[in-house]
């Protein structure tokens, strides 16, 4: 069974950094894209970073020259390094990824999501 496994969050002052890891867990063949989402209290979940499939990358406006994400392709696990870190930073981060695996006994590429880590940036 594939699961994204996040950890890195929590509790940070403004202007501090925290790195967030989500690594892949379980039998893939290979992964598309894979990137972060966050969803603050109130509001729609929106994207931070993530690779495309071509191996780009996508930042936010909110995230770019803050936040770099990485990847260790051995490891199958995505970095994101978060500095300069504001209190409207504060949210729920969500690793995603569509991964192509079997599921049910069908190959296919199928999306997948972290269990969230929380970033909660305060004084």
């Known amino acids: 069974q594939v699961q994204l496994v996040e950890s890195g969050g929590g509790l940070v002052q403004p202007g501090g950094s925290l790195r967030l890891s989500c690594a892949v867990s379980?039998?893939?063949?290979?992964?598309?894209?894979m990137g972060w989402f966050r969803q603050a209290p109130g509001k729609v979940r929106e994207l931070v970073a993530a690779?495309?499939?071509?191996?780009?990358?996508n930042y936010a406006d909110s995230a770019k020259g803050r936040f770099t994400i990485s990847r260790d392709n051995a490891k199958n696990t995505v970095y994101l390094q978060m500095s300069r870190l504001q209190p409207e930073d504060t949210a729920v981060y969500f690793c995603?990824?569509?991964?192509?695996?079997?599921?049910?006994?069908?190959?296919?590429?199928?999306?997948?999501w972290g269990q969230g880590t929380q970033v909660t940036v305060s004084s």
């Open positions: 995603n990824a569509d991964i192509t695996s079997i599921r049910s006994g069908r190959r296919g590429t199928y999306g997948y």
């Open positions: 379980g039998s893939i063949f290979s992964i598309n894209t």
């Open positions: 690779f495309t499939s071509g191996g780009s990358t």
